[in-house]
């Protein structure tokens, strides 16, 4: 890393090295946290289980309604993982009217 380098090469403290590389010292030390989401893997499941047309506003719902502590964003992100934000399917398409050439009739008005 940059910082390193500025330090054994040059022999800068860390203050300095941050400010000259214009790297946040929080950045250094910064360890990221495991998330442990089973608990709304299971709540998402069972949900879907037993909704299955159910899609992602009234699981939301069915959450707070429950007084589950988990949030809009922390549902979304586990409710994506799972892939369950699929778009739907869209409805076909009508094929083109094909106009018949019928006798007394021209462009589907009576002559």
């Given at each position: 890393m940059v910082v390193q380098a500025l330090m054994a090469e040059h022999g800068m403290?860390?203050?300095?090295?941050?400010?000259?590389s214009g790297i946040a010292r929080s950045t250094l030390r910064y360890r990221p946290t495991a998330r442990n989401d089973s608990?709304?893997?299971?709540f998402i499941q069972t949900h879907m289980a037993l909704n299955p047309r159910h899609g992602f506003?009234?699981?939301?719902?069915s959450a707070r309604?429950?007084?589950?502590?988990w949030g809009k964003t922390v549902l979304w992100r586990v409710y994506c993982e799972l892939r369950l934000n699929?778009?739907?399917?869209?409805?076909?398409?009508?094929?083109?009217?094909?106009?018949?050439?019928r006798p007394g009739y021209r462009g589907g008005r009576l002559v």
């Open positions: 403290s860390q203050r300095r090295a941050c400010t000259a608990g709304v893997i299971t506003g009234l699981l939301y719902d309604h429950q007084g589950k502590p699929l778009p739907r399917r869209g409805k076909k398409r009508l094929p083109a009217r094909i106009k018949l050439n």
